[in-house]
C-alpha cells in the first residue's frame, strides 16, 4: 500500500509557520534578554560588528568543513551540543531571571539546555528537532537583534546573501557542512515531512542523495535568523508608526521574510537545495525599507553613518 503524502500546498505552509512562529518568539524575547543584559555587541551602530561577525562565522564554517572531511564526528558533535545547549541556556535564563532569583535560573536554565540537547540525542525526531530549532532561531534573532542597529544588519545580510549563492551554488561547501552536521541529529534546520509517517531517527536526511526522494522539505535556520534579526532590530531601534505595538519596519521585514518565503517555493519544487538567503533577505530588506519610507523612520541611517 502506497504512503499517503501531504499536498505540496501544506508542506510549504509549514515552513512559514515556522518562520512566522519564529520571528513572533523573537520579538518576545526582546525584553527579557534586554533586561538580562545578554547583548553580543557594545555597540550597536558600529558596522565593524559585521566584520567581526563575517570573519567569526567563516572562521566556525572552516572549522567545521575540515572536521567533517576528516570525520572527527565526536568534536563536530561536542561544538554543536555546546552551541545549542548556551542558547536555549540564554533564552531560559532570560524567561526565568524576572520570577526567580539569579542562581535559580541559571542553574533552571542549564538544565534545560542540556535536557533540550539529551533529547535530540535520544529521540531525534522531526518535531524534537524544529522544536530546538525554534528555540535557538528566536534566540538567536533575538541576542542579535538588540546588539545591532538596522543599518549594520542591512549591511549584514545583503553580505550574506552573496555568501549563500555562492556557497550552494559553486562552493557548495554549505550542502558539504549541512550534510555532516545533521548526521550527529543536530538541528541546524528545520524539517517538514512529506508524509504521514516520516521519522528522521528512521530514515535521516540527506541533502546530496539524490538517489532517491527525500522525505522531508528542508529549510536552514540561518534562513529564518538572519531575516529575524532584521525583525527584532527594526523594533528595538525604528521610531514612528506602530501597528498593534509593533513598529511598522519591523512588520515590513517579517511581511518580505514570508514573502521570500512564498516565493522560494517556486525553485525548491525543483527537488534541489536552493540558497534561501538571496531571496528571503531581500525580501526582508525591501519590506523594511518600504515601511521606513511609510513611516518616516531613518534615523537609523545616520546613527549607523556618524
Same mark, same amino acid.
Given at each position: ?5 501531504? *499536498? ?39 558596522? %565593524?560588528?559585521? %566584520? ?38 540564554? %533564552? ?5 531571571? *524576572? ?55 542591512? %549591511? ?36 517538514? *515531512? ?51 505595538? &509593533? ?19 517556486? *525553485? ?10 538571496? &531571496? ?24 549607523? &553613518?556618524?
Amino acid at each position: 500500500m502506497k504512503e499517503r503524502k501531504f *499536498p505540496v500546498s501544506l508542506a510549504y505552509a509549514g515552513m512559514i509557520l515556522l518562520m512566522a512562529a519564529t520571528n513572533v518568539f523573537a520579538l518576545l524575547l526582546i525584553n527579557p534578554m534586554q533586561n538580562a543584559g545578554l547583548f553580543a555587541f557594545e555597540d550597536p551602530e558600529s558596522i %565593524v560588528n559585521v %566584520v567581526y561577525f563575517l570573519f567569526l562565522m567563516l572562521v566556525v564554517t572552516a572549522v567545521m568543513l575540515i572536521l567533517i572531511r576528516k570525520k572527527i564526528r565526536v568534536i563536530i558533535s561536542v561544538i554543536l551540543a555546546i552551541s545549542l545547549a548556551m542558547v536555549i541556556y540564554y %533564552v531560559a535564563f532570560a524567561l526565568l531571571s *524576572p520570577f526567580i532569583p539569579n542562581i535559580a535560573a541559571h542553574i533552571t536554565g542549564a538544565v534545560i539546555g542540556i535536557g533540550g540537547i539529551l533529547l535530540l540525542k535520544f529521540y531525534p525526531e522531526w518535531f524534537v528537532i524544529d522544536a530546538v530549532g525554534l528555540i535557538t532561531s528566536a534566540g538567536c534573532a533575538a541576542i542579535f537583534g538588540i546588539s545591532l542597529s538596522p543599518l549594520p544588519v542591512v %549591511v549584514l545580510l545583503i553580505l550574506l546573501v552573496v555568501y549563500d549563492y555562492v556557497a550552494v551554488h559553486k562552493t557548495k561547501h554549505m550542502l558539504t557542512l549541512a550534510d555532516g552536521v545533521m548526521q550527529q541529529k543536530m538541528p541546524i534546520m528545520f524539517l517538514v *515531512p512529506k508524509k504521514l509517517k516520516y521519522s528522521y531517527a528512521r530514515e535521516g536526511f540527506a541533502i546530496q542523495d539524490k538517489k532517491e526522494e527525500r522525505g522531508a522539505y528542508m529549510l536552514g535556520l540561518g534562513d529564518v535568523i538572519f531575516p529575524g534579526v532584521l525583525v527584532v532590530s527594526a523594533q528595538v531601534f525604528c521610531d514612528g508608526l506602530n501597528v498593534f505595538g &509593533l513598529a511598522l519596519p519591523s512588520l515590513g521585514a517579517l511581511a518580505g521574510a514570508v514573502l521570500g518565503m512564498i516565493l522560494l517555493a517556486i *525553485p525548491i519544487r525543483s527537488g534541489k537545495p536552493q540558497p534561501g538567503l538571496p &531571496l528571503i533577505n531581500g525580501c526582508a530588506i525591501v519590506g523594511f525599507i518600504i515601511c521606513c519610507a511609510v513611516s518616516g523612520s531613518w534615523d537609523w541611517i545616520a546613527a549607523g &553613518l556618524w
